[in-house]
RNA sequence: GGCGACGUGGCCAAGUGGCAAGGCAAGGGUCUGCAAAACCCUGAUCAUGGGUUCAAAUCCCAUCGUCGCCUCCA
């Protein structure tokens, strides 16, 4: 049975076949990078990285590019209230994203364009639309013309009679008709600016994906994705300037995520509610945020709040409990046990595969994960020593893996202070022998003020590091 | 106003014609000096009102509510 993936295009869940066997060619809306990045950046971030890792390990080559718009109006429109240059307000903000993505264990791109080092590219296809009658040069601007492309509206279920009411000509422009969208700015005074057969200017924010996809991917594509804010205009824009340059369907299938909700709100820039991805891993594990995406539908809005936020925290928790070792004393489980705890793991395995590839039902996928957990407990509660647990442990870490998930349990500089919390455990061992409660007690609560858990059962005691 | 999505147990959330996944919280129990963890057990007339069907959370109509896009947005 073969994977299934939901395009907006036709609004169903198609069969996903790619172009070329075994090969997926990628692109996804990167940010505008005028501000720091937020949350929502990162759900939509960690949505594609998702699927491109389950395409990877659903055996498919993934050529995945993600782009930055590193020059448009509000760009410019910072920088010149910041007093700092448009092109090093854009690099600081494209080399902290990069780093946050990194934090987010999203994989990098294969490429990650940016628009001002796409200009001949963008300037040659401008000037390929105007030969095709598809656009037209207008005092140093260049528009496209919708009402030549008769699929236009296609992606958005919008039809181009019915759109006249929203779309306006701001002053200064000098559009054919008031629905056309501009590929090339004229430059105003002070602006940045590249030279153009039709004067300095710069591109339109649409052009930049078509012209970046043509050079990375070629003139078609399998999948192309962002947020389901990005359909109109975006979107269906840069299919139609794609198709009318090339005469070919542009992308296979349209994959949107849905936005995250603050406050029962679209958190957004021009809204000012938002949390920035700093501040979010400034306090939690960035498991936490893709275990957040991973419960529910991509393309559904996802609720978040303090809440959400401190039950997938537990959720995290419950998830790395199966990983812990035997526990003291295990004696080791029956074959009847074992077999069976082998038999879930496979079990797993394969309900996690037909959930993924039902529209990577991430939701269902994790409800797999945690029959999983249940079983390593139950059996780890059985008495089952280590090399029992071995496999099934396995098997979650390569799936949780699949989803990007680190499930890690401590850092790396963490295990200098090792020895001293085995001494401390030993002592207050020996403290309980003598049943001296209140002295082990403070051992306990102090090590638990200092993030480390202290579990005590019959056959002795165990610690692990809180976070 | 136009287009679209959604409303499932206290919370988050799958499921889109055949007895309602999973997680968090809550209550009870096992274990424990106490605690924690883990394990076991417990819970839903699927927004409301009609309709179609042998059968509906799932399809149709209406109502109420929430959200997105239509202007820059992941």
């Known amino acids: 049975m073969g994977m299934k993936i939901y395009n907006t295009l036709t ?13 997926v060619r990628m692109y996804v809306c990167g ?26 390990y659903r055996g498919y080559d993934v050529t995945f590019v993600m782009n930055f718009t590193d020059v448009d109006d509000k760009i410019i429109l910072r920088a010149n209230q910041l007093g700092v240059d448009p092109f090093e307000l854009a690099e600081g903000y494209i080399e902290e994203y990069r780093r946050q993505l990194e934090q987010l264990n999203v994989l ?12 001949p590219q963008i300037i040659a296809m401008v000037q390929g639309l105007i030969e095709k009658g598809y656009a037209y040069p207008a005092n140093g601007d260049v528009y496209f013309r919708v009402r030549r492309d008769e699929d236009y509206g296609r992606l958005s279920g919008r039809r181009v009679d019915e759109m006249q009411s929203g779309a306006r000509i701001e002053i200064g422009e000098h559009k054919e008709d008031p629905l056309d969208f501009a590929l090339w700015k004229a430059a105003k005074p002070g602006e940045p600016a590249w030279d153009s057969p039709w004067g300095p200017g710069r591109p339109g924010w649409h052009i930049e994906c078509s012209a970046m996809n043509l050079t990375h991917l070629g003139e078609q594509i399998d999948i192309h994705g962002g947020g389901n804010d990005l359909i109109f205009p975006h979107h269906e824009n840069e299919i139609a300037q794609t198709e009318s340059f090339t005469g070919k369907p542009f992308a296979r299938y349209w994959v949107h995520n849905g936005m995250l909700q603050l406050g029962g709100e679209k958190m957004s820039k021009s809204l000012g509610n938002l949390v920035t991805i700093e501040e979010f891993l400034r306090e939690h594990d960035a498991d936490v945020l893709r275990l957040m995406v991973l419960n529910s539908g991509y393309r559904n809005p996802l609720t978040f709040n303090d809440e959400v936020i401190e039950q997938t925290e537990r959720t995290l928790e419950r998830l790395k409990s199966a990983l812990r070792p035997a526990l003291p004393g295990a004696k080791g489980l029956d074959e009847e046990s074992a077999r069976k705890l082998t038999a879930q793991a496979e079990e797993t395995r394969e309900g996690f595969i037909r959930a993924m590839d039902d529209d990577f039902n991430s939701a269902v996928a994790l409800s797999h994960l945690f029959e999983l957990v249940r079983a390593i407990n139950q059996a780890r509660t059985a008495g089952a020593i280590d090399a029992d647990l071995q496999v099934a442990q396995g098997v979650l870490r390569e799936l949780a893996g699949v989803l990007g998930l680190r499930l890690q349990e401590k850092t790396e500089e963490s295990h200098a202070a090792d020895p001293f919390i085995d001494l401390l455990v030993e002592v207050r061992t020996e403290l309980r022998k ?34």
């Open 11 to 23: 609004r169903k869940k198609e069969d996903f076949e790619t172009l070329e066997p075994g090969k």
């Open 31 to 56: 940010p505008t990078v005028y501000n720091k990045a937020h949350v929502g950046h990162a759900m939509s971030a960690l949505v594609f990285d998702i699927i491109r890792r389950y395409l990877m």
């Open 108 to 119: 990098p791109a294969t490429f990650n364009p940016r628009a001002t080092q796409t200009i």
């Open 434 to 467: 003598q049943k001296l409660w209140a002295l082990s007690d403070l051992v306990r609560d102090r090590l638990a003020a200092l993030g480390v858990i202290l579990e005590d059962s019959k056959e002795g005691t165990t610690w692990r590091y809180q976070k």
